[in-house]
């Protein structure tokens, strides 16, 4: 895929390797910075608040560092800030990146023949304007007898891909970045 002629740079406020691939797979060419924020700290009672939440205090940390790098200059192009978080929810229960491997061997026997979902947002900020804005997906994932949780479900790999019976929305949002839902924000924010 060749890479978009972009009148704006773009930070991805995530380490995640599926989220680059997803940002790569779009065309963009792009810089990742993370957050440092404790994300056990940030509760809410719904998983859409939650994951919305996560990706403001993600913004918030990055924005923070970079006023400190290089007290915002004003650039002549925008910058587009991509803060994103995926959580799982299962049996009504939210469910973020495992403790330890025990708790991950617990999830994933948790899910055999279960109904689970995943949450994600994306929170877009155009750093030279201020602009921001945030949405956040659902996707359901019916009959997964094996799933494996490392802040959302791999249901790509090929040793679990035909476990899962049916996907109610988009892998790539499961994946940890709804590209649709990501371009759209990005146009919003320009």
Known sequence: MEDKACPFKIISGSSSMARRKMLAEMGYEFTIMSADIDEKGIRKEKPEELVIALAEAKADSIVSKLQTINNQEKDEIPTILIAADTV???EGAVREKPANEKEAREFIKGYSGGHAAT???????NLKTGFRKGEWDMVEIEDGTVLHVAGG???EHPLIKPYVKQVVGTTDSVMGLPKALTEKLIKEAL
């Open 153 to 155: 479900l791999i249901i």
């Open 119 to 125: 949450v994600g947002s994306v929170l877009v900020t």
């Open 88 to 90: 799982v929810v299962y």
